[in-house]
């Protein structure tokens, strides 16, 4: 009796993605996760990009990366439980040093975060002394401690113009670097492909090789099929695609700027350059808007963070982030800087 509101919420929105006994199930297992979450003072963030199942019952919010950092530095939870990659839920610890922070998987990686290290940032700046260093969000702490303030896909081009600086470095995303590039009129480099480091020019991005497995994988083709079958088609790309991508794209700009975009503009069918969980979750919201999804681009990290990990992490307290003190403060100081810009 007590799992029947969920299941009337969960049947509402996601009939037509699970079958009656899935339903049932899921619905079963989200209210053994809000008991246990009341009990342990806890508080979870689902990111946009979970199951459809886990986004629409146990989160207490959810967002993007920034939405989501923000709601970890507010709370007065004993616990964080981060429905989302590890990188994520390690931001949560930064801010919340004091707090409980559990990732519901360990094997949530990113393949963005492991593209660059610690090291790699150190050798950047002994390459380019004096010049600022933004990382993208998606980067795990060491490399977050060693530069000078972070940002999301949301606040990318505004975190760089706040530098004032000509040159700046911009890791680890490639082809994020490259869209903000293009926004911002600055002539990009990667010193990790070639050789030299264009010094004639006096205005610079200095970008870094990481890409997102899953963004990687979408291309201009991939908008002309779907543009020679459905004319009316809005096409939305997550700017860690290829800017010829974004380019190609009606709109471009975070998950929660994708869901906005939709909100605001009642067009029948759209087409999400991104992780397909997120076409599922808003055609649950929005079930007059067609989208569109290739959903045979999946993120493997993402995918990782189910209900029953989600319980198993509540109820074991497992998978806890555990991170060094003086790394913490100073990607602190990296992150907060990000948070006070916006």
């Not at 706040?162 to 082809?175: A, R």
């Not at 067609?290 to 959903?295: D, H, P, S």
């Not at 307290?317 to 800087?337: F, G, L, T």
Request: charged content about 25%; proline content about 4%.
């Amino acid at each position: 009796m007590l799992a029947n509101p969920i299941l009337d919420k969960l049947t509402q929105k996601l009939s037509d993605q699970y079958s009656e006994a899935e339903l049932i199930l899921k619905a079963e297992m989200a209210q053994q996760i809000i008991d246990l979450k009341q009990q342990k003072n806890a508080l979870i963030l689902g990111h946009n990009y979970m199951e459809p199942a886990l986004f629409h019952t146990v989160p207490d919010f959810t967002g993007d990366s920034l939405e989501l950092s923000r709601k970890a530095a507010e709370t007065d939870k004993d616990i964080i439980v981060f429905c989302g990659v590890e990188f994520m839920a390690e931001t949560a610890k930064i801010l919340s040093p004091d707090k409980m922070v559990l990732v519901p998987s360990s094997q949530a990686g990113c393949s963005l975060a492991e593209s660059i290290t610690a090291a790699d940032v150190r050798k950047l700046k002994e390459q380019f002394p004096g010049v600022p260093v933004v990382t993208y969000i998606n980067t795990y702490a060491d490399v977050k401690a060693e530069t000078d303030i972070c940002c999301t896909s949301g606040n990318a081009k505004q975190v760089v113009e706040s530098l004032n600086s000509d040159t700046v470095i911009f890791l680890p995303d490639e082809y994020l670097a490259g869209n903000i590039a293009r926004e911002t009129g600055k002539h990009i480099i990667f010193p990790s492909k070639t050789k030299g480091t264009d010094k004639d020019v006096d205005v610079q991005l200095i970008g870094w090789h990481g890409r997102c497995e899953v963004h990687d994988q979408f291309t201009v083709e991939d908008i002309e099929h779907v543009r020679a079958t459905y004319p009316d088609a809005k096409v939305l790309a997550h700017p860690e695609c290829k800017p010829e991508v974004v380019d190609a794209a009606d709109f471009s700009g975070s998950t929660t700027a994708m869901i906005n975009y939709i909100r605001d503009n009642h067009l029948p069918r759209y087409l999400l350059l991104t992780e397909c969980a997120m076409g599922d979750n808003i055609h649950a919201e929005n079930p007059n808007r067609e989208m569109l999804r290739m959903c045979h681009v999946r993120c493997p990290h993402m995918n990782q963070i189910q209900l029953k990990d989600t319980y198993n992490a509540l109820l074991f307290n497992q998978y806890q982030i555990i991170m060094d003190e003086d790394i913490r403060q100073r990607a602190y100081q990296a992150v907060n800087r990000m948070l006070q810009i916006g």
